[in-house]
């Protein structure tokens, strides 16, 4: 009788093939269980970030901006290189272009 042991290479691995792309549709289904609504601003604050807005365009300061996306409270940073009254758009020296309605809250670095 021979001991020689002999490797059953892929096949002992079949079972977790089964699992494949598990992690995908787990991570997929906490992003959209973890969204929130849209949280409505009251008319003081639309007022401070109409005024820090117009400050830090102004005097060309850095400023952070929390914002809604896609069911997120989002941060970014950046000096206001262009404003749209028009569209209703902020664009930011970084590359950001968000809409006033989605601003939750700015403030001045």
Do not use: C, H
């Not at 021979?2 to 787990?26: C, E, H, M, Q």
């Not at 009251?42 to 929390?66: G, M, P």
């Amino acid at each position: 009788m021979s001991d020689i042991y002999v490797d059953r290479g892929l096949i002992k691995w079949a079972p977790f093939d089964a699992l494949t792309g598990i992690d995908n549709l787990l991570n997929e289904i906490r992003y959209r269980n973890n969204k929130i609504a849209k949280p409505t601003l009251s008319q003081d604050l639309i007022e401070s970030i109409n005024y820090e807005l117009q400050e830090a365009y102004e005097l060309n300061k850095e400023i952070q901006v929390n914002y809604f996306s896609d069911g997120y409270i989002k941060d970014t940073y950046g000096f206001i290189k262009r404003f749209d009254q028009y569209d209703a758009l902020l664009y930011l020296n970084n590359g950001m272009k968000l809409k006033l309605d989605d601003i939750i809250n700015l403030y001045i670095i």
